[in-house]
């Protein structure tokens, strides 16, 4: 059974960072995509960072320059550093895995983690 746990939410204040991470387990196939998404009550779940198994990455335009996405392609872990935080980063952040073989493709979610930046 494929499992994606994510830690590192927490209460921080405006300007803070956090560090969240996500590790994968239970696939006998390595994960093509990687990311976070988050989401807000009332609000459809929004892409924040993903990144390819090659290296690609992609970002919400409201976390450039303050988001850095990296991956352990060996351990199938995935983190999302956050810098300058804002309450408008107040969510709940989920990890999101996509495993591409041949034709089929499988999306996994974690279980979420709540970020509230507040003071």
């Known amino acids: 059974q494929v499992q994606l746990v994510e830690s590192g939410g927490d209460l921080v204040q405006p300007g803070g960072s956090l560090r969240l991470s996500c590790a994968a387990s239970?696939?006998?196939?390595?994960?093509?995509?990687m990311g976070w998404y988050r989401q807000v009550p009332g609000k459809q779940r929004e892409l924040v960072a993903d990144?390819?198994?090659?290296?690609?990455?992609n970002y919400a335009d409201s976390v450039k320059g303050r988001f850095t996405i990296s991956r352990d392609n060996a351990k199938d872990t995935v983190y999302l550093q956050m810098n300058s935080l804002k309450p408008e980063d107040t969510a709940v952040y989920y990890c999101?895995?996509?495993?591409?073989?041949?034709?089929?493709?499988?999306?996994?979610w974690g279980q979420g983690t709540q970020v509230t930046v507040s003071s």
């Open positions: 999101h895995g996509r495993i591409i073989v041949a034709l089929s493709i499988q999306d996994y």
């Open positions: 239970g696939s006998i196939f390595r994960f093509t995509t």
């Open positions: 990144a390819t198994r090659a290296g690609s990455t």
